[in-house]
C-alpha cells in the first residue's frame, strides 16, 4: 500500500518522493535563507524540477532551478538580467540541457520601484543593481547546490546580455573568483556614459517642437506618423554599405569600412528651401543625424561616448524617432526617462514629472520631492564629473582582467551586434583592445587563450535584426572551459517564421566571415550557409 501511495505521490508531483523530500528541506537549511522550495511538474519545455526562493539582507529576492538530481549534469550557471531589473528571470532551456540554473532580482521589486526609481535615496539599492547583488546570488546559488546535490558544482558560469553583459564584466573585475567562465552579451559597461546618451540623442529628436525628429505629420493633426524618412536613410546606408563584404543580402557586414556621410549622400533629398516635408530631409534633420551618428559631445565638443552604428536604422522608428506608432516615446527615452533623476547623480535632482512627452511643461521645482525633467539635464554635468560617484558603482570599465583570465585562467567570450540600436556597438570593440592591452600587454595572439570577442553583423540588441542572430550562447563557453576548444567561429542563423534564411560562421575578432561559396552565386539566399564561409 505504501508502494502504492509513494507511485501515485510521484505521478502527480512528476519526481520520487525522495527528490520531493531532498527539495523540500532546502528550507530548513541553516546556512542560506530559503523561503521557498517546491518540485515543479515537467512541462513540454523542460522536465520535472525542484524550484527553490530565497533572500539575502532582506533585498535581494533570488531563485534557483535545479533539476532533478538524476538529471543534472554538475554544472551552475546564473544568468544576467536587462534593463533595471527588479524581477526574477527563467531560462528553462538551460535546465532541459541538465544546468542548474539561478538569478536575482538585483535587490529591488520592479512592480514596486518601477525603472530607476528604487535608486531614489536608497545607496544600498544602488550598489546592490551595481555590482552586489549578482556576487551574493553566486554564492547562495553554489550554496543551494551542494545542499540539494550533496555536491559542490564541477564548473560554473554566467551568461548574460545588455545589463547581463554588464553584470558579466562586472563579476570578472570585481570578484573573479565566481566564475569559471562569463559569456558578456552587449554589455552596456559604461553604463553612466550610455544611458546619458540616451538622454542626450531624446534631447535631440525632441528640441524646438521636434525640428530634428525624422517622422512627418501628413494628416495635419499635430502627431507626426510617417517614417517616410527613416526609410530612405536605412534604403540609402544599406545601398552604400550592404555589398562592401562581397553579398547584397541587406547587411552591413563592417560599419567602420561603411563611408555614408548625411551630408553628402542624401544631398539629393534636401527639402527645397529647407520646408520639411515627407520624403526629404532638413539641414536640422540632417545635423540630428550627423550627431546620433557622432555620438554623445559637450559643449565644448568633448568627446563622451560613440554613436549609433551603422545598420542600426532598421529598428529606429522604435528606439529613436517620436511618431504616433510608439506615443512619441522612443525606447532610448524609456530608458532614460528617470535615469538622470536617481542613477546618475550622487543626490537625485527631483523626480520625474508626470508626463516624459510634454517637454513644455515646467517642473515644479517647490515640490517635495522637487521634479526634474530628462529634457533639463545639461551633458557638461558629464565632464564635469557630476556623475563620477555613480559611476564608481554601476560601470564595469576596469579592462585588467589579469586576476581572472590569467590568474583564476576562467575564459571570456564577449559579443555584440553591429547593428544594436539600444546599445552602440563600438564601445565593445574598444573595451576588448583595451583589455588585451592591459591584461596581455597588447599581445592579440595571448589574449585569444582567453578571452575573444564576436562582433555579430546585422544582430541588434541582444538578438533580432536582419543578420543572424540565432545560437546557443553558452554552449561554445561551456566547451572552452571544458575541453579546451576555443571558439574560432559561432554558427549563427536568422530564423524567419521558424526556418533559417542566412547562416553564417561569425569569426571571433579580428577575423571575419568570407564568403568562399560558389563562384557568381554570392547573391542567392540559398548559398547563406555555413559551409560557404571561411575566417580570414
Not at 536617481?342 to 514629472?353: A, H, I, R
Not at 590569467?406 to 583589455?435: C, F, I, M, N, S
Amino acid at each position: 500500500m505504501l508502494k502504492l501511495l509513494s507511485l501515485i505521490f510521484f505521478l502527480a508531483q512528476g519526481a520520487p518522493a525522495d527528490e520531493q523530500a531532498a527539495c523540500a528541506a532546502l528550507v530548513e537549511n541553516p546556512d542560506i535563507t530559503i523561503i521557498h522550495a517546491v518540485i515543479k511538474p515537467a512541462t513540454a519545455a523542460v522536465p520535472a524540477y525542484c524550484y527553490v526562493q530565497g533572500t539575502i539582507s532582506g533585498r535581494i529576492r533570488f531563485h534557483v532551478q535545479l533539476p532533478l538530481r538524476a538529471n543534472w549534469n554538475g554544472r551552475l550557471v546564473n544568468i544576467g538580467d536587462g534593463g533595471k531589473d527588479g524581477d526574477l528571470d527563467f531560462a528553462d532551456h538551460y535546465v532541459a540541457q541538465g544546468y542548474a540554473l539561478a538569478n536575482s532580482n538585483t535587490g529591488h521589486d520592479v512592480g514596486s520601484e518601477p525603472r530607476a526609481s528604487f535608486a531614489y535615496e536608497n545607496p544600498d539599492a544602488v550598489i546592490d543593481f551595481g555590482y552586489r547583488a549578482v556576487h551574493l546570488t553566486a554564492n547562495a546559488s553554489k550554496a543551494v547546490v551542494r545542499a540539494y546535490y550533496r555536491s559542490a558544482t564541477r564548473y560554473t558560469f554566467f551568461e548574460g546580455c545588455s545589463t547581463g553583459g554588464r553584470q558579466g564584466l562586472m563579476e570578472a573585475q570585481r570578484y573573479p573568483e565566481d566564475f569559471d567562465g562569463i559569456v558578456s552579451g552587449a554589455p552596456v559597461f559604461d553604463y553612466q556614459a550610455l544611458n546619458v546618451s540616451h538622454v542626450w540623442m531624446a534631447q535631440k529628436v525632441f528640441a524646438d517642437n521636434f525640428a530634428g525628429n525624422l517622422a512627418f505629420d501628413k494628416d495635419g493633426d499635430g502627431i507626426p506618423e510617417s517614417l517616410t524618412k527613416v526609410n530612405i536613410l536605412r534604403d540609402a546606408i544599406v545601398a552604400k554599405c550592404d555589398a562592401k563584404d562581397g553579398i547584397k543580402d541587406g547587411v552591413i557586414d563592417n560599419p567602420l569600412a561603411c563611408d555614408f556621410k548625411p551630408e553628402v549622400d542624401l544631398a539629393s533629398r534636401m527639402c527645397p528651401k529647407d520646408v520639411d516635408g515627407d520624403n526629404c530631409f532638413t539641414r536640422r534633420q540632417i545635423q540630428t543625424i550627423k550627431d546620433i551618428y557622432r555620438g554623445l559631445y559637450d559643449s565644448k565638443d568633448v568627446q563622451i561616448y560613440k554613436g549609433m552604428d551603422f545598420g542600426s536604422e532598421y529598428d529606429w522608428a522604435r528606439t529613436l524617432v517620436a511618431h504616433k506608432g510608439n506615443n512619441m516615446f522612443p525606447a532610448k527615452l524609456l530608458y532614460g526617462i528617470d535615469h538622470v533623476n536617481f542613477l546618475f547623480y550622487e543626490k537625485s535632482p527631483g523626480v520625474p514629472p508626470p508626463n516624459p512627452t510634454n517637454v513644455k511643461q515646467k517642473p515644479d521645482k517647490t515640490a517635495t520631492p522637487p521634479e526634474f525633467g530628462w529634457w533639463e539635464f545639461n551633458v557638461d554635468d558629464v565632464t564635469a564629473g557630476k556623475g563620477a560617484r555613480m559611476s564608481a558603482i554601476t560601470d564595469a570599465t576596469d579592462p585588467n582582467l589579469s586576476r581572472f583570465l590569467v590568474r583564476k585562467g576562467a575564459k571570456l567570450l564577449l559579443y555584440h551586434g553591429w547593428a544594436d540600436p539600444e546599445g552602440q556597438a563600438q564601445p565593445t570593440l574598444d573595451y576588448y583592445k583595451k583589455a588585451v592591452d592591459q591584461t596581455f600587454r597588447g599581445d592579440l595572439q595571448a589574449a585569444r587563450g582567453s578571452m575573444r570577442l564576436f562582433m555579430v553583423p546585422g544582430m541588434g540588441h541582444c538578438a533580432e535584426g536582419p543578420g543572424p542572430d540565432t545560437w546557443d550562447r553558452l554552449a561554445p563557453l561551456a566547451n572552452w572551459v571544458e575541453k579546451g576548444i576555443a571558439p574560432d567561429s559561432i554558427v549563427a542563423r536568422h530564423i524567419t517564421n521558424g526556418r533559417s534564411d542566412n547562416e553564417r560562421k561569425v569569426c571571433a575578432y579580428p577575423q571575419r566571415a568570407v564568403y568562399t561559396g560558389p563562384a557568381g552565386a554570392e547573391n542567392n539566399p540559398a548559398n547563406w550557409v555555413e559551409k560557404n564561409f571561411t575566417c580570414r
